[in-house]
């Protein structure tokens, strides 16, 4: 790290203490961060794929999905929100062990600020409002201080995650903050790509469902179908998979990512599936309007 000095105008300054003070960021961090703004804009470094999305102003509320793990499935303009925001909140179970969604936020965008926030999805409903209301509590005060504050979480931010509640109660504090996502890919994406499958039909239903009780009417109805947080004994899934002759299911373990293990349903063993995984059940037969390419 080399050390510089420059001289800023008495207001400029003013103006940087405050905004320090207000946001719990250093000066040196806050100058540190324009300068890298402004050179990712020029020069023969600043290429296409580093371009910024359209239209965050600060301070804005951004949930921004990054996929099921692998960096390389983070879209250019999620990467682009990481790099841009001014801290990037990734909610853990511990806020000392750094998820998932953080390692991909590390990974596409080394210098972004991070900040954990531990938030319970196990436990009892008051226990999920908690949590939710003090995740609001930090996402309301950076947002006052005038930041452009992303939430990264996996894959895409409007199935399954603590946003659209985030949302919702950020909203309900402060009705004229901008609050928008980034879409990310799903698992299920991930899963039916690496295992080969078609995921839909026309005329036939896509369904994602997170209880392995939903399993059999959906498999009865010929719908191809997503179990996600498939923590259960893979036994059960087998059990019914064999009732309905859907036995082309497969069980994406890590998909994505180091350790992937991509099996058919029949194959999984007996034990538990691990709970970052996702049962995909491909559109069983032909389409039922039209052809399918
Ligand atoms: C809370 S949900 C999050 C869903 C996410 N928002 C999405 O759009 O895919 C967590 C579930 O997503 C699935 N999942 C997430 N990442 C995964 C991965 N890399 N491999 C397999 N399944 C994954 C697992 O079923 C996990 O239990």
Do not use: W
Not at 89 to 114: K, N
Request: glycine fraction near 10%; proline fraction near 7%; hydrophobic fraction near 45%.
């Amino acid at each position: 790290v080399h050390k510089s000095s420059i001289y800023l105008p008495v207001a400029l300054k003013a103006e940087l203490t405050g905004l320090a003070a207000r946001s719990g960021r250093s000066e040196a961090e806050l100058v540190r961060q324009a300068i890298e703004r402004l050179l990712a804009g020029a020069g023969p470094q600043a290429r296409a794929e580093d371009a910024r999305p359209p239209g965050y102003e600060r301070p804005s509320l951004v949930g921004v999905g990054v996929g099921p793990g692998d960096p390389g499935l983070v879209t250019r303009r999620a990467h682009a929100v990481l790099r841009d925001a001014d801290r990037v909140i990734v909610t853990t179970t511990d806020e000392h062990s750094v998820g998932r969604a953080e390692m991909v936020v590390r990974a596409v965008a080394p210098t972004t600020r991070i900040q954990r926030v531990p938030f319970t999805i196990t436990g009892d409903a008051d226990a999920r409002m908690h949590s939710l209301t003090d995740l609001s509590e930090v996402v309301v005060a950076a947002t006052d201080a005038g930041e452009l504050v992303a939430v990264a979480v996996l894959g895409d931010p409007s199935q399954r995650t603590v946003f659209p509640d985030l949302a919702d109660e950020v909203r309900r504090q402060r009705s004229a903050l901008p609050v928008v996502t980034e879409p990310g890919i799903a698992s299920y994406q991930a899963a039916a790509a690496g295992a080969g499958v078609r995921l839909g039909l026309p005329g036939r239903a896509l369904v994602v469902v997170d209880r392995a009780e939903d399993l059999d009417r959906h498999l009865a109805g010929g719908d191809a179908v997503v179990l996600y947080k498939a923590s259960t004994d893979a036994a059960t899934v087998q059990a019914i998979a064999r009732d309905h002759g859907r036995e082309d299911g497969v069980v994406a373990e890590l998909a994505g990512l180091p350790g992937e293990r991509i099996v058919a349903v029949a194959d999984a063993g007996d034990g538990p599936i691990a709970y970052l995984a996702t049962v995909v059940f491909p559109s069983p037969g032909p389409s039922l309007v039209g052809g399918s390419p």
